[in-house]
């Protein structure tokens, strides 16, 4: 069964970092291409990151240059460096398995691009 | 403001039919069929239940459904169970460096 377990959320000052931690179980994370999605309180959902299978990674442009996303292959385990925190991140931030392709019923290869599993989430509050 | 539009909320009874929508651009939805659909309830971890805009995947009731008119995608809940009240959001991939575009989510509620 797959499942991914966040954790290392909580209260953290403004200009303060927080690592996030993403367990996961049932599947290879190295293998996969993998997510960061996060809520703001009363807002909707909004991307953050995604690293490729080969380790390519990508960030939203209200993160770039403060969040690193990076796994541990030896552990299943994904993870979100999160610097000069701001009040905006305030957030529950999900991780979430991305499916890139797949093989239809015929046996034909189809390119997609959605999230399969996702995590319960784990809550950042950047606050003074 | 999320880049997609949905309605906040949506209401049936048990037995009805409802839809949501959810409206982009021409650089998401009307260009691209990588929309999917997911169902959240308060502290869980969101459910996909459409994705590439009508395929349902494995275990997902056939009472949900979705489909695409030009920059509108739909999602379509037919006889209403009280146990499909939940947030529904909807998603597109983007070609842009933005990756994926979020609707604002709406909250189903089964009367």
């Known amino acids: 069964e797959v499942q991914l377990v966040e954790s290392g959320g909580g209260l953290i000052q403004p200009g303060g970092s927080l690592r996030l931690s993403c367990a996961a179980s049932g599947f290879t994370v190295s293998s996969n291409y993998m997510s960061w999605v996060r809520q703001a309180p009363g807002k909707g959902l909004e991307w953050v990151s995604i690293i490729y299978s080969a380790g390519t990674t990508y960030y939203a442009d209200s993160v770039k240059g403060r969040f690193t996303i990076s796994r541990d292959n030896s552990k299943d385990t994904l993870y979100l460096q999160m610097n000069s925190l701001r009040a905006e991140d305030t957030a529950v931030y999900y991780c979430?398995?991305?499916?890139?392709?797949?093989?239809?019923?015929?046996?034909?290869?189809?390119?997609?691009?959605?999230?399969?599993?996702w995590g319960q989430g784990t809550l950042v509050t950047v606050s003074s | 403001q999320s880049a997609l539009t949905q309605p906040a909320s949506v209401s049936g009874s048990p037995g009805q039919s409802i839809t949501i929508s959810c409206t982009g651009t021409t650089s998401d939805v009307d260009i691209c069929d990588y929309v999917s659909w997911y169902q959240h309830l308060p502290g869980k971890a969101p459910k996909l239940m459409i994705y590439?805009?009508?395929k349902r995947p494995s275990g997902v009731s056939n009472r949900f459904s979705g489909s695409k008119s030009a920059n509108t995608a739909s999602l379509t809940i037919s006889g209403l169970q009280p146990e499909d009240e939940a947030d529904y959001y909807c998603t597109s991939y983007t070609s842009s460096s933005t990756y994926w575009v979020f609707g604002g989510g709406t909250k189903l509620t089964v009367l």
């Open positions: 590439d805009v009508t």
């Open positions: 979430a398995r991305v499916v890139t392709y797949y093989y239809d019923s015929s046996g034909f290869y189809r390119e997609s691009y959605y999230f399969d599993y």
